[in-house]
């Protein structure tokens, strides 16, 4: 077996980590790989970009951030990761840095691998398409200001939902703890399949999220009446600023992530310890 750790050394304790997890694979005699900026102890170097094709499995270490960027690369490879948690909440994150024991079981093949909802997002302006983006946990159509309205159009199979809203959440069910619970939405088993539309401080006592099934497509059009600057943000990081009326279009990925989960705690059980709800674990 191989395995790549691609850690985010900004986040409190992964250079730790990194080693400790060193010592444990060399012990298990399971090849692993560092990216080449890195150094560390019992690991093997190449170019970030090779591991996908090397590595059996990728092990990132770090927040919700960094698992979300590593296992949407990794879904182009239909590689598995696992995330370990350095960052704060870590909903992503499967095992906690006082866990590191239970990578054996990758050895041994005692995992579960759960497939992950993730986005195909795509800009598309006089009928041209200009960008495209995948998400794994939400698109966010806002406007550049606080508090600055804008007017949003959501398009399903020819019918039209109108928000006036600061801004306006499509999610995956994995990213319903995110953003979207946040500005109200629910909580969403992440292995189903959906999409959950959520408007930002809606201008109307009436918008309440929505749930659409996975195979809809969703046609969004925004624009201010003051000439407010409008973006649109994919997984919390601002990609693309959004002219008056172009088109984007939301529609599920072809590519799942892949998230291996080696605890027997189930998503209940970590949304539960993640709020601090001790006594139900």
């Known amino acids: 077996m191989v395995v790549a750790v691609i850690p985010n050394l900004d986040k409190r304790g992964a250079a730790d980590v990194v080693e400790k997890l060193g010592v444990i694979l060399k012990r298990e005699n399971i090849t692993a790989y560092l990216p080449d900026s890195i150094c560390g102890t019992n690991f093997l170097h190449a170019p970030e970009d090779e591991l996908y094709n090397l590595a059996d499995i990728i092990i990132t270490i770090g927040g919700d951030g960094t698992i979300i960027r590593y296992s949407k690369r990794a879904a182009r490879d239909n590689k598995p ?53 995948t998400a794994l946990n939400d698109a966010v159509i806002t406007s550049g200001f606080i508090s600055r309205i804008v007017d949003i159009s959501v398009g399903v199979e020819g019918d039209y939902v109108n928000y006036r809203a ?57 624009f201010s009446k003051k000439r407010t600057d409008i973006f649109l943000t994919i997984d919390g990081r601002k990609v693309s600023a959004v002219k008056p009326y172009t088109e984007i ?15 027997d705690r189930s998503f209940y059980k970590t949304l539960s310890y993640k709020f601090k709800d001790y006594r139900s674990i």
């Open 249 to 263: 279009y939301i529609k599920k990925s072809p590519n799942m992530a892949q998230m291996i989960r080696l605890n």
């Open 81 to 133: 990761v696992l995330g370990i948690n350095a960052g704060r909440m870590g909903y992503l994150a499967n095992i906690e840095q006082n866990e590191l024991e239970l990578i054996s079981k990758l050895k041994t093949k005692e995992y579960v691998i759960e497939k992950r909802m993730m986005l195909s997002v795509s800009i598309v302006e006089n009928g041209r398409l200009v960008n495209e983006f």
């Open 166 to 222: 600061d801004g306006l959440i499509i999610s995956t069910p994995t990213g319903s703890t995110a953003y979207s619970m946040s500005a109200g939405g629910p909580i969403i088993d992440p292995l189903i399949q959906s999409f959950c539309i959520t408007p930002i401080c809606s201008h109307s006592l009436s918008a309440k999220p929505i749930l659409l099934g996975a195979d809809n497509q969703i046609k969004v059009k925004a």
